[in-house]
């Protein structure tokens, strides 16, 4: 069994230029989640699917950032016309949701993809 | 507003001392849970452990435990007999629920510590 994976694992591009991350979750998870980590800081929440419906969305995503799960298994971040500030890394978690419950399943995280935009 | 505030930046420990990372969180939920997750230089963050806001028993998992007090609203985590290995940034995590049941993680800012050999 392997864990969540993010591809790639560095990004470097240049400011105005779209970029695409990919998160591939583990296998038979439900639940897919998107957070950004700057330095020095912990990681803040983005985004949130069920499957292939996207059910939550931060006001930190903004008009630029665009995210699918389109067949409710991996899912793509895409930041178009990057800025500067969008530097930062970028962290996939998943988890098994099992409906309605008092105990949230716990997430795992994938080891991110570092981005610097210039 | 739900927060979660680790004071301690950095943390400097010799090999094999005692070392504690504090973790206080507020939140207007009834029911919530807390987590903590180690970050080693890879960057991929390891879950540790999972507690409810029901359940104030202390918890030992070989040279980790964990403190949990409602009344101060604290998450505190020790590591008895640090090792080098154990070098890492540490997330203390506050869960804020989502519309469908599922729930978002809130993060500290992270404490940094090193062992020293």
């Known amino acids: 069994d392997t864990g969540v994976s993010q591809n790639p694992r560095h990004k470097i591009t240049k400011r105005g230029q779209n970029v695409t991350f990919r998160c591939d979750p583990i296998s038979e998870h439900n639940r897919l989640y998107w957070y950004r980590q700057t330095l020095g800081q912990g990681p803040e929440f983005l985004t949130y699917?069920?499957?292939?419906?996207?059910?939550?969305k931060s006001r930190l995503l903004s008009d630029r950032f665009s995210a699918e799960r389109p067949k409710g298994s991996f899912s793509t971040l895409e930041i178009q016309r990057t800025e500067q500030g969008d530097s930062a890394m970028y962290l996939c978690?998943?988890?098994?949701?099992?409906?309605?419950?008092?105990?949230?399943?716990?997430?795992?995280f994938g080891p991110g993809t570092r981005l610097l935009v210039l | 507003a739900q927060k979660v505030t680790q004071a301690q930046t950095e943390i400097s420990v010799v090999e094999k001392e005692d070392v504690t990372l504090d973790c206080v969180y507020e939140t207007r939920d009834t029911t919530y849970y807390l987590f903590w997750y180690k970050q080693p230089p890879s960057g991929e963050l390891v879950f540790l452990i999972r507690r409810n806001s029901f359940d104030e028993q202390n918890e030992i998992s070989g040279r980790y435990s964990w403190n949990f007090q409602k009344s101060t609203s604290s998450f505190n985590f020790t590591i008895t007999a640090s090792q080098v290995v154990d070098s890492a940034v540490y997330f203390c995590a506050l869960s804020e629920a989502l519309l469908d049941s599922s729930y978002k993680l809130i993060f500290g800012s992270g404490t940094r510590l090193l062992v020293r050999p």
């Open positions: 699917f069920q499957n292939e419906a996207q059910l939550e």
């Open positions: 978690a998943s988890s098994l949701g099992r409906g309605p419950t008092l105990s949230p399943e716990t997430q795992y």
